[in-house]
């Protein structure tokens, strides 16, 4: 075969496959595919927890913590929350004889590195906190409890929250 025959053959071959696509092409400066982009790119609203209830999911966990005393096993003169003072206040008036007792976070000395104390007796404490993440999409809340005291005294549980007629539910703690 000729450089001829292979010039004929590969038009012929082009030209056969550009006419086999009837498909319209889209070119990007369309004004559908810009608004279908766009979209796509859009981030999907999240839920959020209203902050009644997850101060409500805070006070369950939070009550959960004190009533275990996973930190019995030292001795600790104050019990700390990491939340805000209405929280701290709530918790103190549920709990007002708890040992140790729950006392306002401006009596906490935190270094890090260090174990907390408390202000007022130079004692190690112990600081329990609450993370609670966004609702699931069957609408449950998932969270972490957490207690620190130092290295003696340091450990977390996981707890899947459902919200029934009475109000969130502790459904399951890990």
């Known amino acids: 075969m000729t450089v001829k025959s292979y010039l004929a053959f590969a038009l012929l071959a082009l030209a056969a496959g550009c006419a086999s696509n009837h498909e319209k092409i889209a070119f990007s400066d369309e004004a559908e595919i810009r608004s279908q982009a766009v979209t796509a790119a859009m981030p999907v609203a999240e839920k959020r ?49 708890h040992v140790p007792p729950i006392k306002p976070g401006k009596r906490a000395r935190l270094k890090s590195h260090r174990p907390p104390l408390d202000k007022d007796t130079k004692k190690p404490a112990i600081v329990l ?12 809340v998932d969270a ?6 130092g290295e003696a005294a340091t450990g ?9 007629d009475d109000g ?7």
């Not at 913590?65 to 008036?93: E, G, K, N």
């Not at 977390?156 to 029934?164: A, E, V």
């Open 168 to 174: 969130w539910q502790i459904a399951e703690v890990k």
């Open 49 to 97: 927890l209203e902050p009644a209830d997850e101060a409500r999911i805070e006070q369950l966990i939070f009550s959960y913590l004190l009533d275990r005393h996973f930190w019995d096993l030292a001795d600790y003169s104050a019990v700390f929350l990491q939340a805000d003072d209405s929280q701290v206040a709530a918790m103190m008036a549920k709990y007002p004889n």
């Open 129 to 140: 906190t609450a993370e609670i993440n966004e609702p699931n999409a069957d609408a449950t």
């Open 144 to 149: 972490v409890g957490r207690w620190y005291g």
């Open 156 to 164: 977390f549980r996981t707890f899947h929250f459902k919200k029934t």
